[in-house]
């Protein structure tokens, strides 16, 4: 991994470059798993009795909101620094993110003993901005959080001056074929766990955990469905899949933070062309009322973005799309909801 793993991307209308749809392939989750088996959590895999018989389907959620750092990024973040070389790693690494792969750096260069700089929007949720700077208290001296304005900056060339200037790694939070088998190491398990699925239901940002979990849900499963989900506000996503070609969306203003990527990635791109179904676009109105059904009948802490495959499932299931029986999984992709922000966002 290098400091030029991000080449030229992001122009609207950009044709994906499909001889990437191999970079990560099925045996490479199953490594990335066995990198991780004694350091991630193995997250439970549950079926809710009134969430099964209010679809008509037998659904059974991953909670990567149990997952160190409360997200599925620590699957990828890990993964990925634990490949760089020792030289690699006494540089540091640089990363950018609103919040859950930020704090998945900060861990993982605590416990790895890697320096890291993390960039994080000036309007990332309050909580993920202090557990970020929490956990870099225990990492090697030098790592620090630094803030940006989302709306005048570009993260991804702010990344590039510092990490050539500083002589770090940029560890992305999900265009780069490590942190993509990483992600998909969630899906792995919950196959392990419940067998063949009919239906896979994921959330998206930038396609890592998607296109991850695409990969290894189509080697184990026979005819899964996987399915991309999505805010209305932020569907950069599934434009490009209806497209193919890259769709973009400058500063969504969706509640789902980790979702408002502007745009899928030069890796994930073509893995989700190549490996997922279909997408579902949900309303910021069907995020609000899923959160409340998380903690209200399934008694799960979950944020907005975490929610999101849950959304989309249920809006399947509400027009009928989902086939009566059917063994249906969804990733919950995390839990770091800012509690002073919760009325607003069940309300």
Known sequence: MTTDVLEAWGAEGQAPDMTL????????????????????????????????EHVG????????????????????????????????????????????HAQAVAHAAALLGTRAVILMPENAPRVKLDRTTSFLESAPEGSRVQTYDPVSVSREELGRALASDEGMTIVPPYDHPHVIAGQGTSA?????????????????????????????AKDLCDAVSVIGAEPALADDGARSFRD??????????TIADGARTPYLGRH??????????????????????????????????????????????LQDAGAGRLSP???VGVVVSGGNVDLDAVPSLLG
């Open 21 to 52: 749809a191999t970079c990560v392939t099925p045996d490479d989750v199953r490594r990335a798993l066995d990198v991780l088996r004694n350091v991630a959590i193995r997250t439970p895999s549950i079926e809710s009795a009134w969430l099964s």
């Open 57 to 100: 389907a037998r659904v059974f959620l991953k909670c990567e909101n149990l997952q160190r750092v409360g997200a599925f990024k620590f699957r990828g973040a890990y993964h990925a620094m634990s490949r760089l070389s020792e030289a690699e790693r006494k540089r540091g690494v640089l990363t950018y993110s609103s919040g859950n």
């Open 188 to 216: 792995l398990e919950l196959i392990e766990d419940v067998g063949d699925l009919d239906r896979l239901y994921v959330c998206v940002g930038g396609g890592g955990l998607l296109s991850g979990s695409a990969v290894i």
């Open 244 to 253: 193919r070609v890259l769709r973009t969306v400058s500063n969504p203003a």
């Open 268 to 313: 994930t791109f073509p893995l989700i062309l190549a490996h997922v179904d279909g997408f579902v676009t949900v309303s910021e109105d069907e995020l609000k009322a899923t959160m409340q059904i998380a903690f209200e009948r399934l008694r799960l802490v979950i944020e907005p973005s975490g929610v999101l495959g849950l959304a989309a499932m």
């Open 325 to 327: 029986g059917a063994k």
